[in-house]
């Protein structure tokens, strides 16, 4: 066996010189049998392995004694027993099989990347509890600043508010006149109302001057109104125990977007309910003043319930104002001749103020509940950017409304893959920017093959790690789709309600009915209204001295302008972008308005 020096240690090839195996460390001088066991202890190789370098060691400090060499001198020319054991290691390790050395590899590979995962893991769930959110504006104030920097004198709030203190209708008569408004009532169902709407006069005149002014004035805050709540347990009978009073707000708190109650919109609804069957009550008696004063009333209801900015703000409006349509026509229908025609125009211009679809529809609530989500979820580095906190999985759980919310170990190491503030700000934004672009684009110009706002998430986020990484957002972003199509509808529908107009204004004017809508440019309308089921004029045929004024529908066909006959196939035909399937041919009729199924 050979020896080189390198560090006191040798190098030592324990396969140079054939081992004698009758010489064994314990044939050794004490100092040398020691250095052999050191060797074999830090070695760590198998048993044979073991026994192979315990003979070439020992073989080797026999030849060294043999040629008359100290135990003392071999002893310090051997060197660090400790590096000899690891070169002696390395060089069996070489010489062990191909499939042992591949496995013993692939463990090292794997006991490193656990060790690094452990450390990443471990710097992650670090930060996630050191990170605190910031807390920088407030969602109520920003989101009343607007409606609240009005005078009182122009907000419509407290009077609508007086005007349901006025109501002394019960929960059965409220039901009552909204089963029967919702087309022209018979003559059995209007003996019903025709007394509550003369209990309700109050309510109605209040209603009609609230309408009146610029603004709506709503304070929307996380309570309800605990007089108006009183007021319904009041003229229901009492029954039950009272409601219980509203908390107080307290001066400085910050509570979440999220939280905000928009307590008005069922009022508002309540109320426009009643204006619609006070309108049937005017179009009974021929009052056409209280008529144009009720539609006129609507209209402005409508407006004003764009705000506070939210979808849902936004979706009650569109109702109202498709209250207003309905009623008109309808009452261009059974009574053509009771408005005059300064009223029609000006309603016609009252309509067409209403805008296009992104002013029916706004998204600019949605913005301001997202970006507080993330204030109060996230550390914020004053660059937009920042990391997900303790704070906001528990504020995410219970936005999801998690029964068993995960542990919130689990939520540290989550974290590790939910995104950055600034990735899921500017994914968030960008499909409400995207969505709001769609909405100016009208249904037939659409990519069908293309997918909508936010339908990417939807296919993006198929795998629970990508749910983990966007769940702030599938449970944030609104139905973007559903959005689209209530605002282009109300667009046509709308359009619809000003083609009457103008139909009827003809007739009056040349004593029949246009051959065509095309007869009602420019002079009646600035351009033909269009379908929303291909983008053509929408259909009209004059029939028996009226006419029937309709869409084909979301199924594209034409069934000659005949109704549906139940709400399944209602609601189906205004689902463009669908391919609906319906009991029977039908098509979505605006004229004469078609009445609302109940079932």
């Not at 009333?297 to 209250?323: E, H, K």
Request: aromatic share 8%.
């Amino acid at each position: 066996m050979t020896e080189s020096s390198n560090q006191n240690s040798p190098a030592i090839d324990v396969k140079a010189a054939p081992a004698n195996p009758s010489v064994s460390a314990s044939s050794l001088p004490p100092e040398l049998g020691r250095i052999v066991q050191q060797v074999l202890k830090k070695s760590g190789l198998w048993r044979s392995e073991k026994a192979d370098v315990e003979a070439e060691l020992a073989a080797h400090f026999a030849d060294g004694l043999a040629s008359g060499a100290s135990p003392e001198q071999l002893a310090k020319d051997f060197g660090n027993p400790k590096a000899a054991a690891k070169l002696i290691r390395r060089g069996k390790f070489r010489n062990r099989p191909l499939w042992w050395r591949t496995l013993h590899r692939g463990s090292q590979v794997i006991f490193l990347g656990l060790g690094v995962a452990v450390l990443y893991t471990g710097f992650h769930v670090l930060r996630f509890y050191s990170g605190e959110p910031t807390i920088r504006f407030n969602p109520a104030e920003l989101m009343n600043r607007e409606g609240l920097a009005a005078p009182e004198s122009a907000r419509a709030w407290p009077i609508y508010r007086k005007a349901v203190l006025a109501i002394d209708l019960n929960a059965d008569e409220r039901l009552k006149i909204g089963e029967v408004a919702v087309s022209a009532p018979s003559d059995a169902d209007f003996a019903e109302i025709k007394p509550l709407l003369k209990r309700a006069k109050r309510t109605l005149e209040l209603t009609r001057a609230a309408a009146a002014l610029p603004i709506l004035g709503y304070k929307a805050s996380h309570t309800g109104d605990h007089e108006i709540n009183l007021h319904i347990w009041e003229v229901n009978g009492k029954k039950g125990q009272p409601p219980a009073p509203e908390p107080a707000e307290v001066a400085g708190e910050n509570p979440d977007a999220i939280g905000i109650i928009f307590y008005h919109l069922g009022q508002l609804r309540q109320l426009a309910r009643l204006l619609r069957a006070d309108c049937y009550d005017a179009i009974r008696e021929g009052d056409s003043q209280r008529l144009s004063s009720n539609i006129t009333a609507l209209l402005g209801m409508s407006v004003q319930a764009r705000t506070p900015d939210s979808i849902i703000c936004s979706f009650v409006a569109i109702a109202i104002s498709n209250i207003a349509g309905d009623v008109l026509r309808e009452t261009l229908a059974i009574r053509p001749d009771l408005l005059s025609d300064s009223t029609l125009r000006d309603l016609a211009h009252r309509f067409a103020a209403l805008g296009a679809a992104p002013d029916f529809v706004s998204l600019k609530g949605e913005r301001l509940f997202f970006d507080d989500f993330l204030q109060r979820a996230y550390t914020d580095d004053g660059n937009g950017d920042g990391r997900f906190t303790s704070a906001g999985a528990l504020y995410l759980a219970q936005l999801g409304n998690d029964k068993e919310p995960m542990p919130p170990p689990v939520y540290a190491v989550s974290s590790i893959v939910v995104a950055g503030r600034k990735q899921l700000r500017d994914l968030y934004h960008g499909m409400l920017d995207r969505a709001g672009a769609e909405m100016q684009t009208p249904p037939w110009q659409l990519d069908t093959n293309s997918p909508r706002a936010g339908e990417e998430l939807d296919r993006s986020i198929s795998t629970p790690l990508a749910r983990a990484r966007y769940e702030a957002i599938s449970l944030l972003l609104p139905a973007l789709g559903h959005a689209y199509r209530i605002a282009t509808n109300a667009v046509m529908e709308r359009d619809a309600t000003v083609a009457s107009i103008a139909i009827e204004l003809y007739r009056r004017r040349n004593g029949q009915l246009p051959a065509s809508l095309d007869d009602l440019v420019p002079s009646l309308l600035p351009a033909i209204p269009l379908d929303n089921a291909d983008g053509q004029p929408l259909r009209y045929r004059a029939r028996d001295g009226s006419y029937i004024l309709y869409s084909l529908g979301a199924d594209g066909a034409d069934a000659g302008g005949v109704a549906a006959a139940n709400l399944k196939d209602q609601s189906a035909l205004r689902g463009f972008g669908r391919q609906p399937q319906l009991s029977a041919p039908a098509d979505w009729v605006f004229f004469p308005a078609e009445p609302l199924q109940k079932k």
